[in-house]
């Protein structure tokens, strides 16, 4: 049964500081793996996937890294902005059966002024 | 277009009172599906549909029916409401699995309490 697991629950950080999230999971056969914002009372926004056979996604400020034989993808955040405080959610969806996406926790990401 | 639109946003129910959550997407996307979202537990998926007409059970499905009538809907019944069911759910959509992005677009959520 897959795990995902986000460590810290919490991170605080100055604005302008680079930054990185961390997500990791248990079984290595994942068809993708997402990266999401969900901002407090509100929905889930894709920020970005990386493909099974991907090592890194960019958007903007965003770079997302996977690594399947370690179980691990990051998520680095550039030049961080108060706008970008958040949580920020991991989720693998598995390469068998129903398409299901196993989601971590998430980092709650505060970004001081 | 609106993307998925959930209603209603929220809700208080009592126990053993049936309802159903309204879930609605215009992008076309075959896949959809439902989750809750609960302090500590992260989402989990309760049913989806890969198709108009075919459903099937996720990881926390009891208590909860689903149909597809239509690509465009895809409705969450409550059977008996439980105070176990006070969540917030999520509905998502999807191009598919057979899309090389199959990007998931959430709604907004409905937040359900249940005395």
């Known amino acids: 049964k897959q795990e995902v697991t986000q460590i810290p629950a919490a991170l605080s950080v100055p604005e302008g500081e680079n930054l990185v999230l961390n997500c990791s999971f248990t079984?290595?056969?994942?068809?993708?793996l997402q990266w999401f914002r969900q901002d407090p009372g509100k929905g889930l926004t894709s920020l970005l996937l990386?493909?099974?056979?991907?090592r890194e996604q960019t958007s903007g400020r965003l770079n997302a890294s996977l690594d399947k034989s370690s179980g691990r993808s990051t998520l680095y955040i550039a030049a961080s902005q108060p706008g970008d405080s958040a949580t920020y959610l991991c989720?693998?969806?598995?390469?068998?059966?129903?398409?299901?996406?196993?989601f971590g926790t998430g980092t709650r990401l505060t970004i001081i002024p | 277009n609106a993307g998925v639109t959930q209603t209603p946003k929220f809700q208080v129910l009592k126990t053993g009172q049936s309802m159903t959550l309204q879930c609605a997407q215009d992008?076309?996307?075959?896949?959809m599906s439902w989750y809750r979202q609960d302090p500590g537990m992260g989402l989990r998926l309760i049913h989806y549909?890969?198709?108009?007409?075919?459903?099937d059970q996720g990881e926390v499905p009891n208590g909860y029916n689903v149909s597809r009538s239509t690509t465009e809907d895809f409705p969450l019944r409550l059977l008996s409401a439980a105070p176990s069911q006070t969540s917030v759910y999520f509905c998502?959509?999807?191009?598919?699995?057979?899309?090389?992005?199959?990007?998931?677009?959430f709604g907004p959520g409905t937040r359900l309490t249940v005395l």
């Open positions: 992008m076309n996307h075959e896949y």
């Open positions: 079984d290595s056969a994942i068809y993708n």
């Open positions: 998502a959509s999807s191009s598919g699995p057979n899309f090389s992005t199959d990007t998931q677009y």
């Open positions: 990386i493909q099974s056979s991907q």
């Open positions: 989720a693998a969806k598995s390469n068998f059966g129903n398409e299901k996406l196993t």
């Open positions: 549909s890969v198709g108009a007409g075919i459903t």
